[in-house]
């Protein structure tokens, strides 16, 4: 061994020593894989990436600084990373890649193995030889189909033939170790593509990976559209007699398989019908620096914030063992993923709070309004069972109060409790809101009213309307402190009542009745 090797190899050794038990999450699986987004812009619209009315981008000063991503990925390849795969959006629209890739091929006395890219490839045939020679050594395509109008329709830009092309650059370069296709198939759209994709593996030394189709926010999934890879191999097994399945690495993604004779394989990735979460070792850092430890978990800790406070690497090191060991044991079923607070694939990727900086302070108010429909039972203990005559005589003879009147009194005055939750819930609307901004309330008051009144001729109907009207002096309105000292006020007055009323009751016409302040001026509902 040589002086440089010895040497090279005590760095890695030394380095891992104090931070390799960052990446051990709760379930002792180490995590040896990093992708990085470089970037939430894309020069595609595939639908099951990016919602149709688009999305918003976080402004450039939110994004990592290429200084800031390669601080990281040192952390992480120290730590025990070994593979970092560079992703998107589109990785090569951001101007930095090739700088990135070399400053990543940097890391490999420190332990990395495997500099990948994934990639859309409509404009990389260009610029794949300078991103090899910097030290990339895997290659990831994303093509959904051979079709040039269907490649249309599903990306909403023409360039199958600028893709096609940068497969056979790529499949021309000796120092790319590993060139693979990525295919994500949707029912009635490109499954019947199936075959010709694996016949590309005849020829051409590739490994082509069918992707079941996975919900994000906005990508109008639907588990009907996804094809169980189940199926698709019994469909190629039905043309090719004597598939092989060849041995899987550690901790792989996809389940692979080979037509004797052919040079290539192909391979399922079934996140949503057979997860593979046991032996998942990859973490995310998002393009504005957050951490995911989980494509499904709409949970993410930002190091971009504590690297731009000033945190030492220590204190990041931290920061991130502690959201790795927050790592669920596995994500939920398909039916049951948060497709709504966890970001589009387009921004695994992001969500912001609204910058109000350029804003100027005013006087707001904003007042809203909802309603508990009620029995009339729960409405007589409201209004008749408070009142110092009720109490006095049901202190005299309690027998004549059933016990479900008994459990609501022994809880205290039900308005009174409700006003208070109301109130607190207000002070506390940015905590329960993940995107609001805390604003110092200067007044806030709520009203409870008792309501009946005849429906239909001899029918009645009872609730209780709660306004709560809320004021400050800030950058941004109280819209969402109003609505939310309504919301909890109304909750509090369920819980109050449900031994009386029970499943009986219906919370509703929640809503915004007026507001002032702010460049959007008055709002009166009528």
Same mark, same amino acid.
């Given at each position: 061994?040589?002086?440089?090797?010895?040497?090279?190899?005590?760095?890695?050794?030394?380095?891992?020593?104090?931070?390799?038990?960052?990446?051990? +999450?709760?379930?002792?699986?180490?995590? +040896?894989?990093?992708?990085?987004?470089?970037?939430?812009?894309?020069?595609l619209?595939?639908?099951?990436?990016?919602?149709?009315?688009?999305?918003?981008?976080?402004?450039? #000063?939110?994004v990592? &600084?290429?200084?800031? @991503?390669?601080?990281?990925?040192?952390?992480?390849v120290?730590?025990?990373?070994?593979?970092?795969?560079? &992703?998107?959006?589109?990785?090569? !629209?951001?101007?930095? !890649?090739?700088?990135?890739?070399?400053? =990543?091929?940097?890391?490999?006395?420190?332990?990395?193995r495997?500099?990948?890219?994934?990639?859309?490839?409509?404009? =990389?045939?260009?610029?794949?030889? #300078?991103?090899? $020679?910097?030290?990339?050594?895997?290659?990831?395509?994303?093509?959904? /189909? =051979?079709?040039?109008?269907?490649? $249309?329709?599903? /990306?909403?830009?023409?360039?199958?033939?600028? *893709?096609?092309?940068?497969?056979?650059?790529?499949?021309?370069?000796?120092?790319?170790?590993?060139?693979?296709?990525? *295919?994500?198939?949707?029912?009635?759209?490109?499954d019947?593509?199936?075959?010709d994709?694996?016949?590309?593996?005849?020829?051409?030394? @590739?490994?082509?990976?069918?992707?079941?189709?996975?919900?994000?926010?906005?990508?109008?999934? +639907?588990?009907?559209?996804?094809?169980?890879?189940?199926?698709?191999?019994?469909?190629?097994? #039905?043309?090719?007699?004597?598939?092989?399945?060849?041995?899987?690495?550690?901790?792989?993604?996809?389940?692979?398989?080979?037509i004797?004779?052919?040079?290539?394989?192909?391979?399922? @990735?079934?996140?949503?019908?057979?997860?593979?979460?046991?032996?998942?070792?990859?973490?995310?850092?998002?393009?504005?620096?957050?951490?995911? !430890?989980?494509?499904?978990?709409?949970?993410?800790?930002?190091? %971009?914030?504590?690297?731009?406070?000033?945190?030492?690497?220590?204190?990041?090191?931290?920061?991130?063992?502690?959201?790795?060991?927050g790592?669920?044991?596995?994500?939920?079923?398909?039916?049951?993923?948060?497709?709504?607070?966890?970001?589009?694939?387009?921004?695994?990727?992001?969500?912001?709070?609204?910058?109000?900086?350029?804003?100027?302070? /005013?006087?707001?108010?904003?007042?809203?309004?909802?309603?508990?429909?009620?029995? $009339?039972?729960?409405?007589?203990?409201?209004?008749?069972?408070?009142?110092? #005559?009720s109490?006095?005589?049901?202190?005299?003879n309690?027998?004549?109060?059933?016990?479900?009147?008994?459990?609501?009194? %022994?809880?205290?005055?039900?308005?009174?409790?409700?006003?208070?939750?109301?109130?607190?819930?207000?002070?506390?609307?940015?905590?329960?809101?993940?995107?609001?901004?805390?604003?110092?309330? &200067?007044?806030?008051?709520?009203?409870?009213?008792?309501?009946?009144?005849?429906?239909?001729?001899?029918?009645?109907?009872?609730?209780?309307?709660?306004?709560? &009207?809320?004021?400050?002096?800030?950058?941004?309105?109280?819209?969402?402190?109003?609505?939310?000292?309504?919301?909890?006020?109304?909750?509090?007055?369920?819980?109050?009542?449900?031994?009386?009323?029970?499943?009986?009751?219906?919370?509703?016409?929640?809503?915004?009745?007026?507001?002032?302040?702010?460049?959007?001026?008055?709002?009166? %509902?009528?």
């Open positions: 061994m040589t002086v440089s090797a010895y040497r090279n190899q005590l760095l890695r050794l030394w380095t891992r020593t104090f931070s390799i038990s960052a990446l051990v +999450d709760s379930y002792n699986r180490r995590h +040896d894989y990093l992708r990085i987004s470089l970037t939430e812009r894309c020069n619209r595939c639908f099951y990436c990016m919602p149709e009315e688009g999305v918003q981008l976080s402004p450039n #000063e939110k990592l &600084t290429d200084e800031e @991503i390669l601080r990281l990925a040192k952390l992480f120290r730590s025990g990373v070994t593979k970092i795969r560079l &992703t998107g959006g589109e990785p090569t !629209v951001r101007k930095g !890649v090739v700088g990135i890739v070399a400053g =990543l091929n940097e890391l490999r006395p420190y332990g990395l495997s500099i990948a890219l994934t990639s859309n490839g409509l404009a =990389l045939h260009r610029r794949l030889p #300078e991103l090899v $020679e910097n030290g990339l050594t895997h290659l990831n395509l994303s093509l959904d /189909t =051979l079709d040039p109008f269907k490649f $249309e329709f599903m /990306t909403k830009r023409s360039g199958l033939e600028a *893709v096609l092309k940068t497969l056979k650059v790529a499949l021309e370069s000796p120092h790319l170790q590993k060139v693979k296709l990525n *295919v994500v198939v949707v029912k009635g759209l490109n019947n593509e199936v075959l994709f694996v016949e590309m593996t005849k020829d051409r030394p @590739i490994s082509v990976r069918f992707i079941e189709f996975m919900p994000f926010t906005g990508n109008k999934w +639907d588990k009907f559209k996804m094809v169980p890879s189940s199926d698709l191999l019994q469909v190629i097994s #039905e043309k090719h007699l004597g598939l092989e399945r060849m041995a899987d690495e550690t901790n792989v993604t996809a389940r692979s398989w080979k004797p004779g052919y040079q290539g394989e192909f391979g399922f @990735i079934s996140s949503m019908s057979d997860h593979f979460c046991s032996a998942c070792n990859r973490l995310r850092i998002t393009a504005d620096g957050q951490i995911k !430890v989980c494509l499904f978990d709409a949970k993410e800790v930002s190091l %971009r914030d504590e690297i731009r406070k000033g945190a030492s690497d220590s204190e990041i090191l931290r920061l991130i063992g502690r959201a790795v060991h790592k669920e044991e596995k994500h939920l079923q398909m039916e049951d993923i948060d497709v709504v607070s966890n970001r589009p694939m387009i921004l695994i990727g992001r969500a912001s709070m609204v910058d109000v900086s350029e804003k100027s302070v /005013t006087k707001r108010s904003a007042t809203a309004k909802g309603r508990i429909i009620i029995t $009339e039972r729960a409405y007589d203990l409201i209004n008749k069972s408070y009142s110092s #005559e109490q006095s005589s049901m202190g005299k309690p027998s004549s109060m059933d016990e479900a009147q008994k459990k609501v009194l %022994r809880k205290g005055d039900t308005l009174t409790v409700a006003q208070l939750a109301a109130i607190m819930g207000s002070k506390k609307t940015s905590d329960l809101i993940p995107l609001c901004h805390p604003l110092p309330l &200067t007044d806030v008051k709520v009203k409870l009213t008792c309501e009946a009144f005849e429906e239909t001729q001899g029918t009645w109907k009872y609730s209780v309307v709660c306004q709560a &009207t809320v004021a400050c002096e800030g950058k941004t309105g109280v819209e969402m402190e109003a609505l939310t000292a309504v919301s909890v006020g109304l909750l509090t007055i369920w819980d109050m009542l449900k031994a009386v009323a029970g499943k009986e009751m219906v919370i509703g016409e929640i809503m915004v009745s007026e507001k002032s302040g702010g460049r959007s001026g008055e709002f009166h %509902r009528p």
